[in-house]
Nanobody
Framework: QVQLVESGGGLVQPGGSLRLSCATS????????MGWYRQAPGKQRELVAR???????NYADSVKGRFTISRDNAKNTVYLQMDSLKPEDTAVYYC??????????WGQGTQVTVSS
């Protein structure tokens, strides 16, 4: 059973920063890619950023230039550095991991609230 454990969410003022972490119970090289999604109240879950086993990244247009996804293979952890946060970034953020067999695993989610 694979576990993805997110941490780092919280309340931050507009313009502030947060760093989310996603630690996996399985060797990170078991996954073809990993990513972050978010879901705001009343909205569908949407992609924020993904990073492949080779380090290729892609981002939602709404976060390009503000968010950075990275991975620490030695710690089996993926990070999401979020800068210049806006109120519209408020959502529950979920970590996702996809295996080479296209099996997906999800974390339990962490709340990010951007408000003054």
């Amino acid at each position: 059973q694979v576990q993805l454990v997110e941490s780092g969410g919280g309340l931050v003022q507009p313009g502030g920063s947060l760093r989310l972490s996603c630690a996996t119970s399985r060797n990170i090289f078991s996954f073809y890619d990993m990513g972050w999604y978010r879901q705001a109240p009343g909205k569908q879950r949407e992609l924020v950023a993904r990073i492949s086993i080779g380090g290729t990244t892609n981002y939602a247009d709404s976060v390009k230039g503000r968010f950075t996804i990275s991975r620490d293979n030695a710690k089996n952890t993926v990070y999401l550095q979020m800068d210049s946060l806006k109120p519209e970034d408020t959502a529950v953020y979920y970590c996702d991991a996809e295996t080479f067999q296209r099996v997906e695993y999800w974390g339990q989610g962490t709340q990010v609230t951007v408000s003054s």
